[in-house]
């Protein structure tokens, strides 16, 4: 039977971004085929992992000696283990160069990285959009949040948050399902905040899991959250979003989507005399065989380096240095989020409380830097996680050998443990970059990504003040044996690389319109981490999806009226 090779719309890539194309694009009765370089995953028939106990996994999830010493980078991804890596790439099958060091983290199959995802759901605010323009860093954004928020709370109602509705203006509230409860040591660390810092509020963060499904959960076939934490290997009850669980089987339903795995895509093809893009050439994984596919109107969700890399790899006589690329920004401005610091302490107290199952959530300070105005030495602002946590026994009780003296202290849980961590805004700069190797290629022939990307002064003092006003809030709640720690970890190990396609109102100074189109090719739009123009400091991804959805509408809206 002879594949076919022309549909109306294209999406490269099929993780978190990706599926909400598709799924969004099949809705509105456009014929779509996601191309994705992986291997095929399906919802509870690909999760081999899903029910093991931990003594029947290989070296309890540790990785062989041989494995680390074959993947010194993949390794040291968050979650990464023998549960987990499956749904992760190998060092030598995607080589890459570093510039700079920058740990690239990739999930080659169907479904991509929404399978290894945090699952962390803030809103953006308009302290964030507006950020860039008030305080002279990078270009303005050209949407405000009132333009994305109709699209947020419809993302939030299908994939399913839980939260609370905190009134905070740092971090709108959305649509929410109830939110895990904060455990008696959380709880009283948050009023301890409250108390002696009334401008900063810790609550419930919002993260997409069912924690009481509604009936358009049902409908997708999932179920409630179990608290088992165990979300990394592929949830088999569907009680985290995941583009394998939700939105690419909602798509398949349709009847419009045919999604090809095993499609490493080479380049956007452009045609000069219509001045748009005709579709998208691929190199077969498995036959090596190259394929062109024609569309009307293409996503590129590739992942955000990924979809730098193709952008500047689709080269013709009228864009000689990548599609859309008159501006020369192309590759620029790449920016991420500052993990680098985190602290940990014991709260005395509370030894006859404990807590039910295994929350698969963190709670959150929300932003509290740099808001109206710049009250800090640096830019931009940090999102805190924080949990508590009882050790597992007496901690006396794990030098005492073994026996039965041992095994009875390790019944009894341990002292309360609080720990937190920064996910801190990153300013976008022309010097962090990414570009195609002119000499080097890819076991595909691809020309290899070099990544430039590294932290600056404004990073180094943002992470000092952050360990700071963190230990001050530990102490202040009566936390004792406080440890601060500066991981000096790469760029990259955050997974949240963002930009290189940027946003914006002006051709000249980027790459895509206020509706993630491309300026000068106007039926590509680019809606995962590359087009972000600057990184605020929540998680990512929800912003991604809503982005995406906005996109789709208006494609959708544009090629009815005849202009795609």
Known sequence: MKEEATFDAIVIGSGISGGWAAKELCDKGLKTLVLERGRSVEHLKDYPTAHLHPWQIPHRGRMSKAFLEENPLISKAAGFGSDTAHFFIRDQDHPYIQEKPFDWIRGYQVGGKSLTWGRACQRWSDF?????????????WPIRYKDIAPWYTHVENFIGVCGNADGIEAMPDGEFLPPFQLNCVEAALQQSIKKNYPNRHLVQARWAHLTKPKEIHRQQGRGQCQARNLCMRGCPFGGYFSSV????????????????????????????????????????????????????????NASA??????????????????????????????????????????????????????NPTDAIIANYRNLHTQDTDY?????????????????????????????????????????????????????????????????????????????DENDEKMTQDFLRESEAMLEKAGCKNIETHDNKQAPGLDIHEMGGVRMGRDPKTSVLNAHNQMHTVPNVFVTDGACMTSTGNQSPSLLYMALTARAVHHAAQELKAGHL
């Open 128 to 140: 964030e959009f507006t950020a860039p323009q008030r305080f002279g860093y990078g270009i303005d």
């Open 305 to 358: 380096l990924n979809s730098n890399l193709i952008l500047l790899n689709s080269r013709s006589s009228r864009f000689p240095n990548g599609l859309g690329n008159d501006s020369g920004l192309l590759g620029k401005y790449v920016a991420f989020h500052n993990y680098r610091a985190s602290l940990h302490a014991e709260m005395p107290g509370f030894t006859d409380r404990y807590y039910f199952g295994r």
């Open 379 to 455: 830019l931009g602002g940090f999102t805190t996680f924080l949990g508590a946590y009882r050790s597992k026994g007496k901690l006396e009780a794990q030098s005492s050998g073994f026996g039965a003296e041992f095994k009875r202290a390790m019944t009894e849980p341990g002292p309360w443990q609080i720990y937190m961590y920064m996910q801190g805004e990153t300013i976008p700069k022309v010097s962090n970059h990414v570009r195609l190797s002119s000499d080097q290629t890819d076991p595909w022939g691809i020309p290899r990504l070099i990544t430039s990307v590294g932290y």
């Open 245 to 300: 669980s939700s939105t690419l089987p909602w798509a398949q339903k349709t009847g419009k989507l045919t999604i090809r795995p095993h499609s490493v895509v080479h380049s956007i093809l452009y045609d000069a005399q219509t001045q748009k893009a005709s579709g998208v050439r691929i190199i077969d994984a498995e036959t090596r065989q190259t394929i062109d596919f024609s569309a009307r109107i293409i996503f590129v």
